[in-house]
């Protein structure tokens, strides 16, 4: 083998090895991005339900405070 291809070869592995520390590196970051996503998603499932729960609580606060003034004043008139 010349020496020529033998450089050319030692440079190819360390391509390869350089490449290949890198798809490991991006492969560890994705699983880091994809647990995150998976905890924000979850999060944001828990933001939407505590409001849809705080728009219902609140509706129902309503309507209970608004017959309470009507049996009131129905009460009052007659």
């Known amino acids: 083998m010349t020496t020529a291809s033998g450089d050319r070869l030692d440079r190819i592995e360390a391509l390869v090895e350089k490449n290949s520390e890198a798809i490991r590196e991006l492969t560890s970051n ?5 647990e995150r996503f998976n ?3 979850k999060g944001m499932r828990w ?3 505590l409001s849809f729960g705080l728009l219902i609580s609140a509706t129902v606060a309503l309507i209970v405070s608004a017959l309470t003034f009507l049996v009131r004043t129905v009460t009052v008139t007659l």
């Open 47 to 49: 933001v939407i339900r």
């Open 39 to 41: 905890n924000y998603e």
């Open 30 to 34: 994705l699983r880091r991005f994809d």
